[in-house]
């Protein structure tokens, strides 16, 4: 999933929960900073105080991406969420669309944010992993031949002749990006195979997988739509549990507002294009009640109050910084993922 969903769409489901504007633009800022995260620059102060990076994403067109450790740290926790489904290990590592395991974090993930300072990060963090499971499943974050797709066999239906081209001349771009940069070699990792086509909402496509010459069919907005679903129950079971972070008048049942997610999901267009009708959408009062205001995404910011931090700029509750809160959620987050909730479910990968 892009930002379109990861930011836009977690807000407004957030909101649609019944949160308050405050918290819900946390938790969405948090949820694309999963994406964003990719610094591993440790802060020592001389006064004794520490910041210690927590990378939960690299760029496609990175080294580290061919790093076996490195995939089980970022990529399993945080975009490729085991599903513990099937006999073998390989099977019990590829992630699942909505498996039992990710709705075991969620439950874990929302009691604990409910009462954790850092609890709005990590509903954020909570909020992409879950979402990944919508649009990832069939895919496992680490280098390995059930990856793959047989050559030439990937299928895309969309009306727009246009957008196809499009999205076509994108998937081209990347392999060849991938080719000159000397990363072969991460490949098949995650669903680089598949390039982009899993984080188009609108698209519906099909391929054949290499490893076993089994036909796959994707209906990316039918599982979109069922994501979206998801993360609204997923806020209001938080919300009921933090009622502190409601708004009162905000709420929307999901039947009231799912032909108008429906029909977002569904639009064929480019990233800018989508975030454009998720902002349309709120503005005229169609996912929720209350403040119509849209906030605009402060990843960056939260980047820069950690890359600029000097001795005489230091701040005296520096644990208030929202990155700070960030990283000790994803900390939280990634222990939790790797050494109790895998190998409890017999997934043994860290």
């Not at 993360?231 to 008048?249: I, T, V």
């Not at 990843?299 to 005489?312: F, H, K, R, Y």
């Amino acid at each position: 999933m892009k930002q379109d969903m990861h930011y836009f769409g977690v807000y407004a489901l957030a909101r649609a929960a019944g949160m308050r504007v405050g918290a819900a633009e946390i938790v969405a800022t948090a949820s694309e900073y999963v994406d964003g995260a990719i610094w591993d620059k440790d802060v020592f102060l001389e006064d004794g105080r520490s910041v210690l990076a927590e990378m939960t994403a690299h760029k496609m067109l990175d080294f580290k991406n061919a790093d076996r450790e490195d995939q089980r740290r970022v990529w399993l926790p945080f975009h490729f969420l085991p599903g513990a489904e099937g006999k073998t290990p390989t099977e019990k590592l590829l992630c699942r669309k909505n498996s039992r395991i990710a709705k075991t974090m969620v439950r874990r993930n929302t009691a604990l944010a409910a009462e954790a300072p850092y609890g709005l990060h990590l509903m954020g963090i909570t909020a992409h992993v879950y979402a990944d499971t919508f649009a990832h499943y069939g895919f496992m974050g680490a280098n390995h031949s059930y990856n793959a797709i047989r050559a030439g066999s990937i299928d895309l239906q969309v009306s727009d002749k246009g957008i196809l081209d499009y999205i076509q001349g994108k998937a081209k771009g990347f392999i060849n990006k991938v080719v000159s940069y000397g990363l072969s070699q991460t490949f098949p990792l995650g669903h680089a195979a598949a390039t982009t086509y899993p984080d188009r909402p609108y698209l519906r496509w099909s391929y054949i997988r290499e490893s076993d010459g089994k036909p796959v069919e994707r209906e990316n907005p039918k599982d979109y739509l069922a994501g979206c679903k998801a993360m609204h129950e997923m806020f209001q079971a938080y919300l009921d549990k933090a009622p502190r972070q409601g708004e009162s008048g905000a709420a929307r049942s999901w039947k009231d507002i799912r032909q108008a997610v429906k029909k977002i999901i569904e639009l064929e267009g480019d990233k800018q294009t989508r975030i454009k009708a998720w902002k349309a959408a709120m503005r005229e009062k169609r996912l929720f009640g209350g403040s119509t205001r849209v906030p605009r995404y402060k990843g960056p910011a939260w980047s820069a109050s950690i890359d600029d931090l000097e001795p005489q700029k230091i701040p005296k509750d520096m644990d208030n910084l929202p990155v700070y809160r960030f990283y000790q959620a994803a900390r939280i987050h990634r222990a939790h993922v790797l050494s109790n909730l895998l190998p409890s479910n017999d997934v043994i990968a860290a």
